[in-house]
C-alpha cells in the first residue's frame, strides 16, 4: 500500500488512513466531532427561521411580483431586440402562410438517385409518401 498523507477534515492534522479514498478524518473521535458540529449548525440554521418558536412563513408581496414581472419583461424584450428574425421560432400562422403561399407539392428529393427507369424521388407534401416520377 502506498503511503500517502491526507489531512483530516475536522482538526486538519496530516495522517496516513488505513483504507485509501474512504477515510476523511484522523480517528473515531474527530468524525464524531464532525457530525455534531454539523448537527449543531443545522439546528442554528432552523431556530433562526423561527419567530415565537414557529416557522417563518415568507410572504409573498406586490414589490416582489413587480419585480418579478419587470424581470420577465426585461429578458423578453432582450431575447426579441437581439435574436435575429430568421432565429426565432416559426408559429403556427407562419406554417399557414407557406403552406398557402408557396409550399409546393412535390419537393425533389436531391440525395436519393434516379431509379433505373429514369424515375427520381419526390416527396409529396399533402399525402407526406415518397413517390417516384418523371
Known amino acids: 500500500m502506498d503511503r500517502y498523507t491526507y489531512d483530516c477534515n475536522y482538526c486538519g492534522v496530516e495522517y496516513i488512513p488505513k483504507r485509501r479514498h474512504v477515510q476523511k478524518f484522523c480517528s473515531n473521535s ?41 424581470g420577465t419583461l426585461a429578458i423578453n424584450l432582450a431575447t ?24 409546393p407539392k412535390f419537393i425533389l428529393i436531391k440525395n436519393i438517385p434516379p431509379r433505373s427507369d429514369g424515375f427520381r424521388a419526390y416527396f409529396d407534401t399533402t399525402k407526406q409518401i415518397l413517390i417516384y416520377k418523371i
Do not use: Y
Not at 36 to 58: I, Y
Not at 80 to 103: C, H, S, V, Y
Open 30 to 70: 474527530c468524525r464524531v466531532n464532525n457530525h455534531k458540529q454539523k448537527k449543531k449548525a443545522q439546528k442554528h440554521l432552523t431556530e433562526s427561521k423561527k419567530v415565537d418558536g414557529m416557522p417563518r412563513k415568507d410572504k409573498m408581496t406586490w414589490a416582489g411580483v413587480g419585480n418579478a414581472a419587470a
Open 80 to 103: 426579441n431586440l437581439f435574436t435575429k428574425e430568421e432565429n426565432k421560432p416559426a408559429t403556427k400562422g407562419d406554417i399557414q402562410r407557406l403552406l398557402k403561399e408557396g409550399m
